[in-house]
């Protein structure tokens, strides 16, 4: 049993593909991939202005609004409003999508998957434990949480993750802490 912690204090700004923000990577497949190469992808942005989301031709993005508030504008399409209390929204990453902050800068958690490779599933954790079973697993810490199981304890801060991918799979761990999202 493996699990690694990834401390959001290494994790360097990158710019959006359009250029049009920053995103702080949390982990990629395959190790060391870019943003043309990767067969799935986990990050955190800011959407600090009005603009368009980078296009991902064949990927599939799971969005979830971490702080602040996101109106999502998709061509003809009604639009959506995320909150931090939101569901995760998941979306074709090939189709034009704007996102609009409201009331100031939001936070989100952005998974994009290569469609034909993977499929990921978000959920919020709170009060049960995290089911870390799957080919990739991953849990950021929205506060301090304690992660413990048969092969020890962790401790995350805040927007900490700790992963786990199948050749090392991690069972069920428990969690204490606020809710936290993991897939």
Known sequence: MTLRVLRAADRPEQPWKNGG???REIAVGPTGAGL??????????VVAEPGPFSAFPGVDRTLTVLDGQLRLAFGHAPTVTLTSASPPLMFPADVDC??????GSALDLNVMVRRALYRARVERLEGRDWDCA??????VALGAVELSGDAGEWRLGRYDAAFSAAER????????GPRSPSL
């Open 169 to 176: 799979p991690v069972r069920a761990l428990a969690v204490r």
């Open 21 to 23: 923000g920053v995103t």
């Open 36 to 45: 043309t190469s990767f067969d799935w992808r986990v990050s955190l942005a």
């Open 98 to 103: 704007q996102g609009i902050p409201v009331g």
């Open 134 to 139: 799957g080919d990739v697993a991953l849990l």
